[in-house]
């Protein structure tokens, strides 16, 4: 039996890869290592807890020896590392933050990698999962491709790039197998409601002010957050050691006509006037720094392993929405702070 290390696995986009793993790989274990943060939320993996082939660990990466001892005892095969800070109006209030989790975080894994796997490094795999927000911000044309040269401008898209930059390091210099992913922005369920997405279906659910960000007109590629897990599959099994893969939904929107269409679906699912939706929206002073556009070319993922989006925008947002709707506990959990007590009920009393 392989023994896989997912980091990060409560919370969002972690969520979904380790149901993933978990329900079509029997034949692995798959060990999720999770601070639980704000952003992380043992509930978004409910119904496969009990998965004789999954076990949840509490730890922080941040704490290189007790990542180390970790790797020690449970001698992994490979690392699929997800956990990190993930929110760039975060990342603007409090820097530093991200430099831990996601810079200094991401270097002890490495570390502890490179120590334990030393005489059987060939057989092992880390794959570092990364976004698109490296690579800067991108005028009315063009696309980012892997050999786009790395331009952060957030704190989170800086801390991201260093991370990418570290993982490339400990590949070249002492023979990592590693793999990186850049993918763009997700959608779907179990999504913490700061991002664009869920907090507008939460805000229009209860008539609360929908705040864009100056005019709206930033550009962003939309990928639903199961077709992200998928291509983290495939690149797991079959991505080249030492590649870099842009992940992408092929799939650009411009903020207000994004918000103009959940305006129009929620409007349909709650039964309200058209039009009614639209009036919550509300400009507001513009995010610092605030990148124009991200555009991703996936076309090295499609040609050399097969993979593409499996659904249309106009689906995934109407399956989003339901997903909200018809979670009402989970997202009223969520905003009101109490999901936090999951982990005491489930794990803490075991
Ligand atoms: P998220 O914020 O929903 O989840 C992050 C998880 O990491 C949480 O469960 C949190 O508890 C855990 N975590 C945070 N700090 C930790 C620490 N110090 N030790 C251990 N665990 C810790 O994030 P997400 O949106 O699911 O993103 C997952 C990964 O994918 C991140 O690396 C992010 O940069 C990348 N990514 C996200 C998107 C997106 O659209 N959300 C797009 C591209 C790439
Ligand atoms: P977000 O979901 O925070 O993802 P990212 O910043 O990583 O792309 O934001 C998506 C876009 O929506 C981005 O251009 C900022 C904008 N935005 C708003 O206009 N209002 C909001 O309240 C939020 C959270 C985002």
Known sequence: MKTILITGGAGFIGSHVVRLFVEKYPEYKIV?????????????????E??????FVKGDIIEGETILKLFEEKQFDGVIHLAAESHVDRSISNPTEFVFTNVIGTVNLLNAA?????????EKKFYHISTDEVYGSLGEEGMFTEETRYDPHSPYSASKASSDHFVRAYHDTFGLPAIISNCSNN?????FPEKLI?????????????PVYGKGENIRDWLWVEDHAAAIDVIFHKGRIGETYNIGGFNEWKNIDLIRVICRVMDEKLGRPGGESEKLITFVKDRAGHDLRYAIDASK???ELGWEPSLQFEEGIQKTIDWYLENKEWLNNVTSGDYQK?????YVKR
Not at 33 to 47: F, M, R, S, V, W
Not at 342 to 346: A, S
């Open 187 to 191: 959608y779907g369920s179990y999504q």
């Open 301 to 303: 993922l499609k040609n």
């Open 198 to 210: 869920p907090l507008f279906i939460h805000n229009i659910k209860n008539k609360k002010p929908l």
């Open 32 to 48: 999720n290592l999770d601070k639980l943060t704000y952003a992380g939320n043992l509930a978004n993996l409910k119904d496969i």
């Open 50 to 55: 009990n998965k004789p082939n999954y076990e």
């Open 114 to 122: 490179k120590h334990i796997w030393k005489d059987t490094i060939s």
């Open 342 to 346: 999951y982990y005491e009920k489930q």
